[in-house]
């Protein structure tokens, strides 16, 4: 187990520089001078250099590789050329918007998929599965920023039941945030807990086949308590490894939500970031979000060799 | 079983079909000009003048919806096609090398792009070369790429075990060639439903992409666009919001119930499961 730790783990570094030495060059070498960028067509030199001084950008390339990477491990995210405060402080402030949010997400999308996948597993080829596969393929091909369109429409603008956008920030209390990102939260939610529910289903499917099931059913216990007690546990497994892929598409869902609701998180930085060509919260932002979803697939990894010791070996 | 693939296969095949000849008919018909702007005509219901009714510079909406499959649809099969000219090519490499150096950074390189969604990819090349269609190509294609070399390479490992491989390779053929002749026919199916599925996610992260201003720029219309452009009239113009859509969600269906119903009919293994 700690040669299959230490052997992700080096992986996990390997991933991290190769990551930051790509979004590094995307943003600071493609564009030739990134204040002249910064700045546009009408800068005079003089004041180009000036940002440059300020944004650190005087050294060599490498130099100011290391700088950033170095930076970015001790906390320091550079300097917003446009709000001019320090990129950490701004995605803290963001992060209270786009943490919640991804798991506000995250939990309905398990709390839909999971029993709707074991339901349809369960009374395979009946009406039940037939329902429940015919709403995951539609929620598969909906797209989760027109579905937050029509949930604002529907009970924010013609049932005034929910807001339509915008975030009320903590002090308001927990409960005006909860309302404030129910919709979102759902938008997000819908197509990865159809994805999710079709993969509980199929795994659930192969698990009820295997000799264990046999064995349970054969000493007497009920088909729902063989899928209660000893499947769904078993056909977990896989649903785990989707749930880490699912972060993914739930971070990268969020950038596009949090612009269809204006919530202030990560994804509307980003946003600012291109609009403004503020190169730094853009880059900084963008390899914080690659990191995390790096080592939250590292974590699964090594979650799934805890929980099933086969995985352990192909190290 | 196998007449239910048939069966989500011609649906799906119509729905897709349909927006294809769309597509494919907006270059010589359209109801009306797609850009010609008639303000007297604003905020139309659908009717029969305008089927789908306007916006609110009077553009018909159907036209545009026309012409946006156009940019829908050219994106994703371009996108797809950057996926399969990329990555079946290593998929194969990495397959004809297995557990080599080389397989290993293909494999690694894979799950390094996966770690960089289509959106984020997408934000990286707009915020050095500006928003435009090109940036939705690439991003989406640069993310197919591992897809497909993943598909390709499991399907070419199980075959590399098979005796007439084997006997190719006693025979004195090279690796590369037993790849092209006799490994890349055999995977063709699982391309060929893979690719259905990645056009499917292409027409989606392509409406994203344009939703969020990262697309096709103006006046080229595309789905996504639109309906970023009815969302603060869609209190009093719901179907603005609607119609467009509704266009993606049954070209997005219409391409997965396709890609079901191939891999039913050219995976017979898969036949007798679920």
Request: charged share 10%; proline share 5%.
């Amino acid at each position: 187990m700690l040669s299959f730790v230490l052997s992700r783990l080096g992986s996990l570094a390997l991933s991290l520089v190769v990551a930051s030495l790509v979004i590094f060059a995307v943003v600071q070498i493609i564009p030739g001078d990134p204040a002249t960028f910064m700045m546009g067509l009408n800068a005079t030199p003089a004041s180009v250099e000036t940002l440059r001084k300020a944004l650190g950008l005087t050294g060599s390339l490498p130099v100011r590789y290391l700088h950033w990477v170095g930076g970015m491990l001790s906390g320091d995210l550079g300097t917003s050329y446009t709000y001019r405060v320090p990129v950490a402080g701004l995605v803290l402030q963001r992060l209270q918007v786009s943490l919640p949010l991804t798991l506000f997400a995250l939990f309905l999308s398990l709390a839909l998929a999971l029993p709707a996948g074991i339901l349809a597993a369960a009374r395979r080829g009946r009406g039940a599965d037939l329902t429940v596969m015919g709403f995951t393929q539609l929620g598969i091909a909906v797209p989760n920023f027109w579905f937050a369109m029509l949930l604002a429409l529907l009970f924010a603008l013609k049932l005034h039941w929910l807001p339509a956008g915008g975030f009320p920030g903590w002090k308001a209390g927990v409960l005006p945030v909860l309302r404030s990102l129910t919709l979102p939260a759902i938008a997000l939610a819908l197509p990865q807990a159809a994805i999710l529910a079709r993969v509980m289903r199929s795994s659930l499917i192969d698990t009820l086949g295997q000799d264990f099931i046999r064995t349970a059913r054969a000493k007497g216990l009920s088909s729902g308590q063989a899928v209660r007690r000893h499947a769904v546990r078993n056909a977990l497994i896989p649903v785990l490894t989707i749930l880490g892929l699912q972060f993914s598409f739930l971070l990268a869902g969020g950038i596009i939500i949090e612009n269809v609701f204006y919530l202030p998180g990560l994804g509307r930085l980003i946003f600012q970031g291109i609009t403004q060509r503020d190169l730094i919260v853009v880059q900084s932002v963008v390899m914080l979000l690659v990191a995390a979803v790096i080592v939250v697939n590292f974590v699964v990894e090594i979650a799934y060799a805890l929980i099933d010791p086969r995985l352990r070996r192909q190290a | 079983m196998r007449g239910r693939g048939r069966a989500t296969l011609w649906i799906g095949a119509c729905l897709a079909g349909f927006f294809l000849a769309l597509a494919i008919l907006s270059y010589v018909w359209t109801p009306y000009p797609y850009a010609a702007m008639d303000i007297a005509q604003k905020f139309r219901p659908p009717g029969p003048l305008h089927w789908l009714g306007t916006d609110q510079f009077g553009r018909d909406v159907a036209s545009q919806l026309m012409v946006g499959a156009r940019t829908s649809i050219a994106v994703a099969v371009v996108a797809v096609a950057i996926g399969m000219a990329g990555g079946v090519p290593l998929g194969l490499w990495a397959a004809a090398r297995r557990g080599s150096l080389t397989d290993e950074v293909i494999q690694r390189g894979g799950d390094l792009v996966f770690a960089f969604p289509a959106i984020v990819i997408a934000i990286l090349i707009t915020s050095v070369f500006g928003p435009s269609a090109l940036n939705a190509i690439l991003a989406i294609g640069i993310f197919n790429i591992p897809v497909f070399a993943r598909v390709t390479r499991a399907g070419a490992l199980s075959l590399w075990t098979l005796d007439y491989i084997r006997a190719a390779q006693v025979a004195g053929k090279r690796r590369a060639r037993i790849s092209v002749e006799h490994i890349l026919p055999n995977v063709a199916n699982l391309l060929i439903v893979q690719g259905t599925i990645q056009f499917s996610l292409g027409i989606l992260a392509e409406a994203g992409l344009s939703y969020v201003g990262l697309g096709a720029q103006p006046p080229t219309p595309s789905w996504g666009r639109m309906l970023a452009d009815s969302q603060t009239m869609m209190a009093f113009a719901p179907q603005l919001a609607i119609f467009p859509g509704l266009a993606i969600v049954l070209t997005v269906l219409g391409l997965n119930l396709m890609g079901d119903g191939l891999r039913d009919l050219l995976d017979p293994r898969l036949r007798r499961r679920s």
